[in-house]
């Protein structure tokens, strides 16, 4: 029998599931699929390079392009760390809020897309809706690239993608992108009171550090005024480090983890390559005057494209009509909304709650706003039957 379930009670499904990035997420991927077939429904999964993880994409309708697709990551970020008041896997409903991980980011927007699902079948759809979820946004968007390319090939071509992060269901037309970055420093290591014969992979750091935060002073001197993102402009942000051994060596070894967020009129490569050019320049000579072992590595880890606003997009053109919003949105957190956009589908962000929420403790999704994605996914359905 074709199982059913309320917005909410789908919610409380997926957040039941551990899918903390770090471990495997095919769990809820093998629920998702069993409750696609139970009503019929044909699942694709596309594996990581491991199989120990998955992205699902299924369509719904007749077999023609033009379709919209649904989209969400199935993955959250860790608990650890956190207080929460509540059991953050075992969805709590208090005061009109529901807790847990993922509630708000995004198994709210997921939850209410699949328990939609009857809606969709019982539609007599021109379109098809299109629904995909992915793994491993919260380490870079990995998981989107290859299943957009599976759905691709594999069913109809959609025109338009709504990414369902949490925007307060208000139309969010573009975000910057992010390049993260590792950099590996290798110094010289010598006694402390022989400072001037070695060279401390901490201070060459500490010197790189400092470039990419006057790089963001540079880029907040200049912001233009009516930007609309908060802030105006792209920053280059050093979030992790670690080196040295002892407090009497230069230290060998130093690494330090970097976003580059940028206006998506910039790319995060024009500003590696200007990074990479003071490296050359600037450092590596002085380092290697000292010894010729001295070397700065660079590690792409995850390489995140904007999302940028388009003229008369039908995302957007479809989501406004359907919401009766307006307003002018821009945010700064990445999205897999630009990798659909790079493939040739038009895009927007519109999903339930806040990003204020999202990686928070006590993190929630309020039920007006699930049951007002749940209405927004009816006119929707309405639309593409019309």
């Known amino acids: 029998m074709p199982e059913i379930y309320s917005p909410q009670a789908m919610l409380e499904k997926l957040v039941a599931f551990d899918t903390v990035s770090h471990k495997s997420n095919l769990e809820l991927i093998a629920f998702v699929e069993a409750y696609l077939a139970s009503h019929g429904v044909e699942a694709h999964r596309v594996y990581n390079a491991d199989k120990t993880k998955a992205s699902l994409h299924a369509f719904i309708g007749p077999q023609t392009d033009g379709g919209v697709v649904l989209s969400a990551h199935t993955d959250v970020v860790p608990v650890e760390g956190q207080t929460w008041c509540s059991d953050p896997f075992r969805l709590c409903e208090k005061g009109g809020k529901l807790f847990g991980r993922g509630s708000a980011d995004m198994k709210g927007f997921a939850g209410t897309v699949l328990a939609s699902v009857p809606d969709f079948l019982s539609a007599d759809l021109r379109k098809p809706i299109h629904i995909a979820l992915s793994y491993d946004e919260e380490v870079g968007c990995l998981g989107a690239p290859d299943m957009i390319a599976d759905m691709l090939r594999v069913g109809p071509l959609p025109q338009l993608a709504i990414v369902g992060e949490p925007s307060g269901m208000k139309t969010v037309t573009g975000h910057k992108g992010i390049i993260v970055l590792k950099t590996r420093v290798k110094g010289f290591p010598v006694h402390s009171s022989q400072l001037d014969r070695g060279v401390s992979a901490i201070s060459i750091a500490a010197r790189l550090i400092t470039w990419l935060d006057s790089k963001t002073l540079e880029n907040r001197s200049r912001a233009l005024p009516g930007c609309l993102f908060d ?137 007006s706003q699930i049951q007002d994605c749940a209405h927004f996914l009816k006119k929707l359905t309405q639309r593409l039957s019309d």
Request: proline letters at 6%; charged letters at 20%.
């Open 231 to 367: 802030p105006p402009y792209s920053t280059l942000h050093c979030g992790v480090i670690s080196g040295g051994c002892a407090h009497n060596i230069t230290a060998e070894y130093c690494d330090f983890t970097t976003d580059i967020r940028t206006l998506p009129e910039e790319t995060g490569e024009d500003w590696v390559a200007l990074y990479r050019q003071f490296i050359d320049t600037a450092v590596l000579p002085d380092m290697r005057r000292i010894s010729v072992m001295c070397d700065i590595e660079l590690e792409e880890i995850a390489n995140v494209p904007a999302l940028k606003p388009e003229m008369d997009g039908p995302a957007e053109h479809l989501v406004r009509s359907l919401t009766g919003d307006n307003t002018e949105n821009h945010v700064v957190f990445a999205t897999e909304g630009g990798q659909f956009q790079n493939a040739g589908i038009s895009t927007v962000v519109c999903g339930p709650g806040s990003i204020d929420q999202a990686h928070q403790a006590d993190e929630y999704v309020e039920v």
